[in-house]
C-alpha cells in the first residue's frame, strides 16, 4: 500500500483511535496544593540548571567551542548529553504546565543551539557521546559489538540519544518549535541510514544494551509525519528477547534490569496502537499486570538495585539500601496513561494515583528541591538528594520532567464525557466543547472534593470511584441535592445533564486505614489511608548527623550512612492481625496518626504515622513487621542471626561491584574486550574471553583483601588476576562440591592508594571468569 504521507498519517491516525484521551497539559492548571508546591519547586531547580552547561557535550561534539565547560558527575564520564535532553523535555512540559515565558526563552535558546550543532553536521547526528562520531561509523559498517549497557564501548549510546530525540519531540509537541521538528525528523533519518545495512541479528545484538524508549519515539516520528519507513524502522528497534515472552504470556523478567525494559514496552504498545498489532499492545498490557500485581510495592515502584529479583521472594527489598528506581515509576506511569486511553480501567488510575502521591510526589526534596535515585524500603534506612550542580543522574533527568506535568492525568475526555481520573486541585479548560471547570479539595487531608463548573454545555461528567472507597461509601450531592452514586469501586459515577454556570458537584470519598502485605506474603506490612501510603520517622542512633544531600561522586545517589540491624527495627506487636483499630488520628492534624500499644522498639511511644510524601531528611519505617507478644523474642533472635554474617561482612567492606549489574559497573569505569554479561539462577556474571577491569575506591587506603564469587559451572576457566598493572595471582577454578556459589580471598599488597584498579585478563584458549561478586575488604 503505497499512501501520501498525509493519507498515511489519517491511517496511522485511524489505527490509533482511543477509547479516551487525556486533556492536554496546556487546558490543566494546578491550584494551590501538595502538587504545586512540587511544581513551583522544580520550576525553580529547572531555571537554576544552566543551559550552556548541559549543552556543552552537544557542541563539542560538533566541533562548536562551547560556550561554558559540561557537568561533571554522569554528564562528563561517558553520559555526556543525556540530562540535556531531559532538560528540553522538563522545559517543554513546564511550559504547557504554566505558560511561563522565561520557560519558553530558554527552550527555544536550547533547541537553536542544538541546531547549530547539528547543521554543523550534515548527516543530521546530534549528540553529546564522548567520541560518538567513530562509534556510529563502525557501527554502520557493521562492526559491531554490544554488551548490556555498552555499544562499540560507549555507554548506553542508544538510551542516551533517545532523551534528545524525546527532548525535540517534546519541544514541538509542547512548545510549537518548528526547529526541533525537523531536526528530530533529520536525527530519526540519520538513525534509519545507520541501522539500513545491519541485519535482525545485528540488531538484535545492539539491542542487548538499553536504548531507552528508541523504538517508542520513532514510532511517534511515524505518527507526526505520516511515514511508514519510521514506523518500520521502530519496529527493527523492537527487542524481541522482550516481546517475544510477552506476547506468550510469560514472565521472564526476573534479574533484568528494570528501567531498560519499560520504555520498550511503552514503544509495543505505541506500535501494536499505530499498526493495528493487538498481540504487541496484549503483551504491553500482560507486562503492566505482571509488574504491578507481583513486582510492586506499596509506594507503587518496583526493583532492587536496579533489577527485577525473584518475584516469589522479597526479601532483598527489605534487606538493601538500593530500593524502587524513581525512572522506573516515572516510565510506569506512561505506559499506565496509554493503557489507560484504550480502557478506563479501574485498575490503571487506582495505580496511576497511589505511585503519583507516594513514589514520584514523595522523590522531590521540598523547598531546596532535588531529587531520588532509591527509596529503600529496608526499615530505618533513608534517602538522599541531588543537589543542581552536582547529581547529574537518570532520575535527576526523569524527575525534572516528572514534576512538571503533573496536570497531565487528571482529566480526560471521551465523546460528551468528560471523565475526572484524580482529585487534586486545578482548572481544566475544555476548549473543543467551551467547557470550564474548577475542582477545589484539600484531598487526601479531607476525604472530599467540590467540582465547580464555570462555564457549562451539555455532556456527562464522569467521577472516579476509587478502589479503596468501599461498595457504597461514595457520596454525591449536585447544587446541594444529594444523588445516587450508580457505580462501583474500580468504576465511574456518571452525571448526564445539561450543566450550566455555577453548577456544583460534591463527592465524599470516604478513607479508612489498612494493612497491606509484601507481595510475596512475607511478613512485612505497609500502612495505608485511602490511596496514602503512611510511614513513620525514625532515629535509631543517637545524635546522628546524615547528610541528606547527595555529592558529585559516582555512587553519590545511594544513602551510604549506616546500615540499621533489622532486629532493631520497631515492629507491630499483638496477639491478633486484626489491630486497625489501634490506629488513632491526631486531633488538628491530618493524615496523622499514632497506635498506642500496637509498636514496639526504640522510641515506639513517640512514633506517629504521616503520609510517606511529607516524610524527608529522616530515617524512616515503610514496612513493618508483626509478630505476637510470646514470639517476639524468638523472631528478634532469629532475625539476627540471619542478618548477624552479612552486617559483619558490609561492615568490612570498603567497595564493591556487583558484576554484570549495569549501574553497579558503570559507577566502577568498566572496561573490556571481548567481554560478555547474564544471569544464572538470578546471580548476575561477568566474564570474557580478553579482559574486563574495574576503577574501586579505597579512600583511608585500609584494603587487605579482594574477595571475589564464582560458580562450579565454570571449573577449569585460567585467568589472571592484575591489581594496579600488577600481576597478583593466575587462577585457575576449580571443581567444587554442589552448585553453590563460593567465594575466593586474595591477599592484597600495601600501598595500592586510594584508587586501585583489579583487571581480570583470560589466558590463551580460556575465559576470564564468570565473576558473580566482588568485595574489597579491610581487616
Known amino acids: 500500500m503505497n499512501l501520501k504521507p498525509a493519507a498515511l498519517a489519517a491511517a496511522l491516525l485511524m489505527n490509533a483511535a ?293 518475584d516469589k521472594d522479597f526479601h532483598p527489598m527489605v534487606q538493601e539500601v538500593e530500593g524502587p528506581e524513581t525512572c522506573n515509576t516515572y516510565n510506569m506511569l506512561k505506559l499506565t496513561e496509554l493503557l489507560y486511553e484504550d480502557d478506563q480501567q479501574g485498575k490503571y488510575t487506582d495505580y496511576y494515583e497511589r505511585a503519583l502521591y507516594n513514589h514520584i510526589l514523595s522523590s522531590q526534596r521540598p523547598g531546596t528541591g532535588g531529587f531520588v535515585y532509591f527509596t529503600p524500603m529496608r526499615p530505618n534506612h533513608y534517602r538522599v538528594y541531588s543537589q543542581v550542580d552536582k547529581g547529574m543522574w537518570c532520575c535527576v533527568g526523569s524527575g525534572i520532567e516528572s514534576h512538571a506535568k503533573y496536570g497531565e492525568f487528571i482529566y480526560a475526555h471521551d465523546g460528551d464525557a468528560l471523565l475526572v481520573n484524580l482529585y487534586i486541585p486545578s482548572t481544566l479548560g475544555w476548549k473543543e466543547k467551551g467547557v470550564r471547570l474548577r475542582q477545589e479539595t484539600r484531598f487526601p487531608d479531607e476525604d472530599r472534593s467540590t467540582i465547580t463548573v464555570e462555564q457549562g454545555g451539555a455532556f456527562t461528567l464522569k467521577l472516579r470511584y476509587p478502589g479503596w472507597v468501599a461498595k457504597g461509601a461514595l457520596k454525591l450531592h449536585v447544587n446541594g441535592k444529594p444523588v445516587k452514586a450508580d457505580a462501583l469501586p474500580g468504576g465511574y459515577v456518571s452525571l448526564k445533564r445539561e450543566w450550566r454556570a455555577g453548577d456544583r458537584v460534591q463527592i465524599l470519598l470516604p478513607m479508612t486505614t489498612r494493612l497491606e502485605q509484601m507481595p510475596d506474603k512475607s511478613n512485612y506490612y505497609a500502612v495505608l489511608h485511602g490511596p496514602v501510603v ?157 579482559w574486563f577491569s574495574y576503577e574501586l575506591n579505597d579512600r583511608e587506603q585500609q584494603a587487605k583483601v579482594l574477595r571475589l564469587a564464582f560458580s562450579p559451572v565454570d571449573a577449569g576457566r585460567r585467568f589472571d588476576i592484575v591489581v594496579n598493572g600488577q600481576l597478583l595471582q593466575t587462577v585457575e577454578l576449580a571443581k567444587e562440591p554442589g552448585d553453590a556459589m563460593y567465594t575466593r580471598d586474595f591477599a592484597l599488597p600495601a600501598g595500592l592508594g586510594p584508587k586501585i584498579s583489579v583487571k581480570f585478563v583470560a589466558q590463551a584458549g580460556s575465559v576470564a571468569g564468570g565473576l558473580y561478586g566482588l568485595r574489597l575488604l579491610k581487616d
Open 534 to 690: 503512611l510511614a513513620a520517622k525514625t532515629q535509631p542512633f543517637a545524635n546522628e548527623k546524615l547528610n541528606f544531600l547527595a555529592d558529585d561522586t559516582r555512587m553519590g545517589h545511594v544513602a551510604q550512612g549506616q546500615v540499621c540491624p533489622l532486629e532493631a527495627a520497631p515492629l507491630f506487636v499483638s496477639d491478633t492481625k486484626a489491630y486497625m483499630d489501634r490506629f488513632k488520628p491526631v486531633k488538628g492534624e491530618p493524615l496523622t496518626f499514632t497506635a498506642p500499644g500496637l509498636v514496639q522498639g526504640k522510641d515506639a511511644a513517640s512514633i506517629r504515622f504521616i503520609p510517606f510524601f511529607r516524610l524527608h531528611d529522616a530515617r524512616y519505617m515503610v514496612y513493618w513487621q508483626h509478630t505476637t507478644p510470646a514470639n517476639l523474642a524468638l523472631m528478634r533472635e532469629a532475625t539476627a542471626k540471619a542478618e548477624a554474617d552479612r552486617l559483619a561482612l558490609d561492615a568490612r567492606t570498603i567497595d564493591q561491584v556487583a558484576p554484570g549489574e549495569q549501574q553497579p559497573e558503570s559507577d566502577h569505569f568498566f572496561k573490556g574486550e571481548g567481554a560478555d554479561a547474564g544471569v544464572s539462577n538470578g546471580r548476575h556474571w561477568r566474564h570474557a574471553t580478553g
Open 18 to 310: 482511543q477509547a479516551a484521551s487525556l486533556f492536554p497539559l496546556q487546558d490543566v492548571r494546578l491550584l494551590p496544593s501538595p502538587f504545586l508546591e512540587a511544581q513551583q519547586t522544580d520550576l525553580q531547580y529547572l531555571l537554576a540548571l544552566d543551559p550552556d552547561k548541559l549543552l556543552a557535550p552537544y557542541l563539542r561534539e560538533a566541533g562548536i567551542a562551547p560556550v561554558k565547560d559540561s557537568y561533571g558527575n554522569w554528564e562528563s564520564s561517558g553520559l555526556d548529553g543525556h540530562l540535556g535532553g531531559h532538560y528540553l523535555s522538563a522545559l517543554a512540559l513546564m511550559y504547557a504546565s504554566t505558560g511561563d515565558v522565561e520557560v519558553l526563552r530558554r527552550l527555544n535558546y536550547f533547541v537553536a543551539q542544538l541546531k547549530q550543532a547539528q547543521d554543523k553536521q550534515a548527516d543530521g547526528y546530534l549528540g553529546g557521546i564522548p567520541g560518538g562520531k567513530a562509534a556510529w561509523e563502525q557501527i554502520a559498517q557493521g562492526k559491531l559489538q554490544a554488551d548490556n549497557f555498552s555499544v562499540n564501548g560507549k555507554w548506553v549510546p542508544w538510551y542516551n540519544l533517545h532523551k534528545t530525540y524525546a527532548g525535540l519531540y517534546d519541544a514541538w509537541r509542547l512548545a510549537g518549535n518548528a526547529d526541533a521538528r525537523a531536526m528530530l525528523v533529520k536525527l530519526a533519518d540519520w538513525a534509519l541510514a545507520l541501522s539500513q545495512h545491519l541485519s535482525p541479528q545485528q540488531m538484535e545484538a545492539m539491542l542487548r544494551s538499553e536504548h531507552g524508549g528508541m523504538n517508542d519515539v520513532l514510532a511517534q516520528v511515524a505518527q507526526m509525519t505520516g511515514d511508514q519507513k519510521y514506523l518500520e524502522l521502530a519496529k527493527r528497534f523492537s527487542h524481541q528477547a522482550i516481546l517475544q515472552p510477552l506476547e506468550q504470556g510469560r514472565d521472564a523478567l526476573t534479574g533484568l534490569h528494570a528501567n531498560t525494559q519499560i520504555p520498550k514496552v511503552i514503544g509495543f504498545h505505541r506500535i501494536g496502537s499505530l499498526s493495528g498489532d493487538k498481540q504487541w499492545k496484549d503483551a504491553a498490557q500482560f507486562f503492566w499486570q505482571t509488574v504491578v500485581d507481583h513486582r510492586t510495592v506499596a509506594i507503587g515502584g518496583n526493583s532492587v538495585k536496579e533489577h527485577f529479583h525473584d
